[in-house]
């Protein structure tokens, strides 16, 4: 084992000491970051320094995706084959690269200069096909583009803004292509919500969310001001509020978009969740394959800073409160909640068993609230803007505006930010210009990885909590993949159960085995060699994951499997032609 230099990472693990073991993460990404892996003496310090146990650091550095503990290559190149990637010649940019590296996906080149690996969804599904080479992700790819990227060479542009829609509340500031600055945002009436809020008490800034009727926008519909009161009447010491932007679901990438546009609104409705709850501290989680977004969001919160927005006696109101921003290492099972909260606190990403709650037992046991991000962003909407003009967009049931992330073959893909209520059809043939190339539909993904299928004769389902419910689709994100007459949606499944059994964390049986069953048999089927009770196995393997696992990972992996096999079940019977396109 040779020496290595430990001095600058001694220099940032002394910054982070105090912080225990709560600052692993961030300290295995610097060492990372200076030394290319992870090497053992860096365990060695880190573990000293945070005083955590050196099984335990081993642990968390095989959980994560974007985690090395040996040396990789002077490049590393990840390269989206998720559905719409795929849809977009993602397999053929992998072999390109794999070529070019003259190495299998996940191996070294002979020379140590590239790694080349298969990526699931970048979040950049409305650039489709993407890749993201060391720190710098790079979408609408070409082969030439991406050999260039991968030899250092790459002409890079700034992706176009792809912002649409009928109302503008949420996406306002992200609409013009570069990073709404504070002196913007402010001249735009940024933080002024926060600035009511602070005249409020917690609780006058409780009941406005109750009234303007917010719910969760990550997919449960949570009603938020419920979850803020949950957190706000505990007698706890301490109260935390947590921004969940670990957005990783394939088709999701509408918080992209926010964090990347407009990082204030984040920023403003995290500190308005802060007062409402009484928290001093809050974290924002971004998922690791964002770097544009996380050097975005940290300038963001230096200015926050300098302008006394973040910090002691905020605004004047003796109330006081920071942001930490934490960064994600490839785990998509940090979405959810509790399992955030485990990597935050410094170990492996695993769900916790719930009761109890997070507003009541959250991050280090104290009384958390957790929203995502485009929940988050609202906050300061209705603070401003008030309850009742809040109202008047949506729904009754379902008020105010939702973001749409619509991707796949349709002409105009991109973001989408409408009042509820307006239907499917509308979002689709209306705004997003209808099926790219003069093809025709062939079915919708409603809700991302986890969703169902909207077929032809639900296209005029207004696009909202209780009508979607009603007709047995989810919501969930905001995920609208549209797929063309020429798809099989079998190797569309089968994409999607690969990326389920790549990120189930096997904490559980049901979800462990679940997941890789489903894939082997969803394999069969896409390559029409379904064997005679297959759509069974199918079926048993889907409920049994929805009914016994601990989280939302294994409870609704199987969801699109499921709903296929209602509504085209002669596709996975034996004899199924096998597509080749």
Known sequence: MSDIDLSALQASLQHLASQGRSALLPALQTAQTVYGYIPTQAVQAISHTL????????????????????????RVARICTDPVCALRGGDELLSAACEHAGSAPGSPSPDGRLLVEHSTCLGLCEHAPAALVDDQSFANLERQALLDALDGMPDVESRPVRV????????????????????????????????????????EVIAEIKIAGLVGRGGAAFPTGLKWEGAASTSAAEHYVVCNADESEPGTFKDRVLLEGDPHLVIEGLAIAGYAIRARLGYIYLRGEYPEA????????????????????????????????????????????????????????????????????GLFGQPTAINNVETLCNAPLILGAGAAAYRNLGTEKS?????FCVSGDVVRPGVYEVPFGVTLRHLLFDLAGGVAGGHSLQAVLMGGAAGAWA???????????????????????????????????????????????????????????????????????????????????????????????????????????????????????????????
């Open 51 to 74: 005083r955590v146990p050196l099984a335990d650091i081993q642990g968390v550095i095989d959980f994560y995706s974007l985690l090395y503990d040996r040396p990789t290559a002077r």
């Open 164 to 203: 649409y829609g009928e109302v503008d509340w949420l996406t306002r500031g992200c609409r013009q292509g570069t990073p709404t600055l504070l002196e913007s945002y402010r001249q735009g009436g940024g933080y002024q919500g926060l600035q009511k809020a602070l005249g409020l008490s917690p609780s």
């Open 294 to 361: 996380f050097r975005i969001l940290n300038n963001a919160l230096q200015e926050a800073r300098q302008a006394g927005l973040l910090g002691e006696n905020i605004l004047g109101s003796g109330w006081s409160f920071e942001i930490e921003l934490r960064r994600g290492a490839g785990a998509y099972i940090c979405g959810e909640e509790t399992a955030l909260f485990e990597s935050i606190e410094g170990k492996r990403g695993y769900p916790r068993l719930k009761p109890p709650f997070p507003t009541t037992h």
């Open 399 to 403: 008020p105010g505006p939702k973001l």
């Open 455 to 581: 077929t032809l004769d639900q296209l005029d389902i207004p696009l909202a909590f209780e009508t979607l419910r009603a007709a047995g689709l989810p919501l969930g994100s905001g995920v609208v993949m549209v797929f063309d007459e020429r798809r099989d949606l079998r190797n569309v499944l089968l994409r999607l159960a690969r990326f389920f059994a790549h990120e189930s964390c096997g904490k559980c049986y049901p979800c462990q085995m679940g997941t890789q069953r489903q894939v082997e048999i969803l394999a069969r089927a896409a390559a029409g060699k379904a064997l005679p009770g297959d759509i069974e196995r199918l079926q048993d393997v889907g409920w049994t994951m929805t009914d016994a696992s601990i989280c939302g990972l294994g409870q609704t992996a199987a969801s699109a499997v499921l709903s296929a096999l209602k509504l085209w079940p002669t596709y996975f019977q034996p004899g199924g032609a096998s597509y080749d396109r």
